[in-house]
């Protein structure tokens, strides 16, 4: 059982450690050094959004991301009904209720997950949306 949480642990303090590191990629601007926004000038598609008129990639992959967690908060619900309907039905028996007791709180260890998922995807797109990636 002590394993399964280590586990569990290692794989969240690692995930958040790729997240940090990833701020130095932000240092190198493919498209200045490459001439690719000067040949998109040219060519008039400099102005051309990605995700519809007026927003901007950090919006548009702002907007994937709170999609994809919200669906995840679902699948999260969809669990805990699921786990109370395992243990209301469970009539005394010690094996269902330990695994309906697991389902719901694996589900909240999920959902605490995807809060901080979102809380650092609202964090990184608020502060670097308005710096520029130049070093």
Do not use: C
């Amino acid at each position: 059982m002590i394993k399964k949480y280590i586990k569990k642990l290692t794989v969240l303090v690692s995930s958040l450690v790729v997240l940090l590191l990833a701020k130095s990629v932000l240092a190198y601007s493919f498209a200045s050094s490459t001439g690719l926004d000067t040949t998109a000038r040219q060519t008039g598609h400099y102005d051309q959004r990605l995700f519809g008129a007026g927003m901007t990639l950090e919006g548009g992959i702002s907007s994937i991301l709170t999609a994809a967690l919200s669906f995840l908060g679902v699948i999260f619900l969809l669990l805990m009904i699921y786990g109370g309907i395992t243990w209301m039905t469970a009539r005394g028996n010690e094996k269902n209720v330990d695994q309906a007791k697991d389902i719901i709180f694996d589900s909240i260890i999920g959902l605490v997950i995807v809060i901080a998922a979102y809380a650092i995807t609202f964090f990184v797109t608020s502060v670097f949306s308005n710096q520029t990636l130049h070093p």
